[in-house]
C-alpha cells in the first residue's frame, strides 16, 4: 500500500467536512484519526474507493468527537448526512482550501501557518524553519490559530496575497527535496492564474517554473548536491524557462512590481547565462536592491551578499555580510564560500566544517563537509 496515496487524499476530504458543517480544527482532527485508521487497515484491504472511505471514516470520527462533547450536542442531528457509501466526487478543493484557510480573523502569519500544517502536509518543524523561529513558537502560533477558528463558519475566504504566500513555502520545501510538492504547488499556482489576473501570481508562477527547470541538474546520481555553478545545463528545461520568462515579461510590463517578481527576475537571469561565468551578477544585485526594498528580509540580505560577491569580488561580499546577523541560516556557509573565493583556505574549511553542523538536512550537511574536506586535502599538498 502506497502510504502516499491516503495522505494526498487530506486536502479534498477536509473541504467535504468543512462543507458539511464541521469546523475546521474538528475536521482536520477528524481527517488525521481517519488517516491512521488508513494505515492501519488499508494493507491488508485497500478500498475500491480510497477517498470515499477516508470521507466515511472521517465524517465519523467527527461525530463520534462531537457527540463527547456535551457543549455542541446539538450538532448530533448531522449524523442524518453521513455520505452515502460510493464513490466520492472527482472534485479538486485544493486551491479554495487554501482560500478558506486564510481566513480574515487570522492574521496572515498565522494563516500561512495554519494552511501549510493542515492542508500542505508539513511538519510544525518544517514551518519553523521556513519562518526562522524556533518549532516551539511556531507549534504555539499554530495552536493559536486553530483556536481562533474552531467554530467559525468558513464563508469568508482570505485574500489572495496569504494564499500566494503559501503557496510559495509548499513549493520551496517541496524544491529543497524534503518533501515532494512542488509539482503540486505549480499546479495549484496555475489554477490561481487562471481564476486571478494579477502581476503578483503571474510573478509567482514564472519564478516557480525556472526554479523547476533545474530541478534535474540539482543533484549527482549518488543524490549528492551540485551547486548552481556546476550543474549541467544541458539538464534544464528549456520548456519550462521560456514559457517562465515569457510570463515574467508579461508581469513586468504591467508596472505593478513585486517581490515575486524581483524573485523571478534574478532566476531569468540565471537562467539565460549560457555559463556561470557569463551570469549577469551586476544586474542580480540591482534585482536584490529591489528585493530588499520590497521585503526588507534578512535571508535577501544574505543572498545579496553572494551576488555582491562574485559582481565586485568577494571581499566586497565579506563587508555586506559583515552587516548581517551570524546566525541567520546558511551565514557560515556563505561566509566560507566568500573566503574560499579571497584565498582564505583555512578559515573557509573551517566555516564550512562549522555550516556542515548546522545544515538543515543530510544532503546540505554532507555537500559542506565535502568542501570542508577539499579544502583541506587543498592545503596538505
Request: proline share 6%; hydrophobic share 45%; with cysteine.
Amino acid at each position: 500500500m502506497d502510504e502516499a496515496l491516503p495522505r494526498s487524499l487530506t486536502p479534498s476530504v477536509l473541504a467535504i467536512l468543512v462543507r458539511r458543517g464541521a469546523d475546521f480544527a474538528a475536521a482536520e482532527d477528524a481527517v488525521q484519526e481517519a488517516l491512521v485508521e488508513a494505515v492501519r487497515v488499508w494493507p491488508a484491504e485497500q478500498p475500491r474507493d480510497p477517498k470515499g472511505w477516508l470521507v466515511t471514516v472521517a465524517w465519523r470520527k467527527f461525530l463520534d468527537a462531537t457527540r463527547a462533547d456535551t457543549a455542541r450536542r446539538r450538532r448530533e442531528d448531522l449524523v442524518d448526512e453521513e455520505p452515502a457509501p460510493g464513490p466520492a466526487p472527482a472534485v479538486d478543493d485544493t486551491l479554495q482550501l487554501y482560500f478558506l484557510c486564510a481566513h480574515p480573523s487570522l492574521t496572515p502569519s498565522s494563516a500561512v501557518a495554519l494552511t501549510l500544517r493542515a492542508v500542505g502536509g508539513l511538519t510544525t518543524r518544517q514551518i519553523a524553519q521556513a519562518y526562522l523561529v524556533p518549532e516551539a513558537t511556531m507549534a504555539q502560533r499554530i495552536s493559536r490559530a486553530k483556536r481562533t477558528v474552531s467554530g467559525v463558519r468558513f464563508d469568508r475566504p482570505g485574500d489572495v496575497a496569504t494564499v500566494l504566500r503559501v503557496l510559495y513555502l509548499v513549493f520551496n520545501e517541496g524544491y529543497s527535496g524534503d518533501v515532494d510538492l512542488a509539482a503540486e504547488a505549480i499546479r495549484l499556482t496555475r489554477q490561481l492564474a487562471a481564476r486571478v489576473d494579477h502581476p503578483e501570481v503571474a510573478g509567482l508562477l514564472a519564478l516557480m517554473l525556472l526554479h523547476h527547470a533545474r530541478r534535474a541538474a540539482r543533484t549527482a546520481p549518488d543524490g549528492s548536491l551540485v551547486p548552481l555553478a556546476e550543474q549541467d545545463r544541458g539538464r534544464w528545461d528549456t520548456g519550462s524557462i521560456a514559457e517562465g520568462v515569457a510570463i515574467l515579461q508579461a508581469a513586468l510590463a504591467r508596472d505593478r512590481l513585486g517581490e515575486f517578481q524581483a524573485q523571478a527576475a534574478i532566476a531569468a537571469l540565471h537562467a539565460d547565462a549560457p555559463t556561470a561565468e557569463e551570469t549577469d551578477w551586476v544586474q542580480i544585485v540591482e534585482w536584490y536592491d529591489e528585493l530588499a526594498r520590497l521585503t526588507d528580509s534578512p535571508v535577501v540580505r544574505l543572498n545579496r551578499a553572494v551576488a555582491v560577491g562574485e559582481a565586485d569580488g568577494p571581499r566586497a561580499g565579506l563587508a555586506a555580510l559583515a552587516a548581517l546577523d551570524d546566525a541567520l541560516p546558511r551565514h557560515t556557509a556563505v561566509a566560507a564560500y566568500l573566503h574560499e573565493r579571497d584565498g582564505d583556505l583555512t578559515t573557509a574549511a573551517r566555516l564550512y566544517a562549522e555550516a556542515a553542523r548546522k545544515a538543515p538536512d543530510l544532503a546540505e550537511r554532507d555537500h559542506l563537509t565535502r568542501q570542508a574536506a577539499r579544502l583541506n586535502a587543498r592545503r596538505s599538498r
